[in-house]
């Protein structure tokens, strides 16, 4: 699991399909207050979980894809975004893109 693009140089393996899958967890800016007092009273927080698996393995896509739903939303978040493709730089690997956004409960 990363927060940014994985730097695999320094890996035993030096293919990108063998080290697959992984996951990237980036929060999406958005929910700033702009009120007198800067506060919230609740907050909405989003974020964009990314994975990358190889496109002959599909299971493992749809079980990667039910454990994070899982997780998430036992923990309070909900998937409002998924969307997959054949990843650009390296065809060989299947991109799955999802954003959750917490369900307004109090944080901190």
Same mark, same amino acid.
């Given at each position: 699991?990363?927060?940014?693009?994985?730097?695999?140089?320094?890996?035993?393996?030096?293919?990108?399909?063998? #080290?697959?899958?992984?996951?990237?967890?980036?929060?999406?800016?958005?929910?700033? =207050?702009?009120? =007198?007092?800067?506060?919230?009273?609740?907050?909405?927080?989003?974020?964009? #979980?990314?994975?990358?698996?190889?496109?002959?393995?599909? =299971?493992?896509?749809?079980?990667?894809?039910?454990? #994070?739903?899982?997780?998430?939303?036992? =923990?309070?978040?909900?998937?409002?975004? +998924?969307?997959?493709?054949?990843?650009?730089?390296?065809?060989?690997? +299947?991109?799955?893109?999802?954003?959750?956004?917490?369900?307004? #409960?109090?944080?901190?």
């Amino acid at each position: 699991m990363y927060s940014s693009t994985p730097d695999f140089t320094n890996q035993t393996s030096q293919t990108i399909i063998d #080290l697959s899958p992984w996951i990237r967890v980036t929060p999406i800016p958005g929910d700033d =207050a702009i009120y =007198a007092d800067d506060q919230r009273v609740v907050k909405y927080p989003k974020v964009q #979980l990314d994975y990358w698996v190889d496109k002959t393995k599909t =299971a493992d896509c749809d079980e990667i894809e039910d454990y #994070l739903y899982d997780k998430m939303h036992k =923990a309070g978040w909900e998937r409002y975004y +998924r969307y997959s493709m054949i990843d650009g730089d390296t065809p060989q690997l +299947r991109m799955v893109i999802t954003q959750y956004q917490y369900q307004g #409960l109090p944080i901190g």
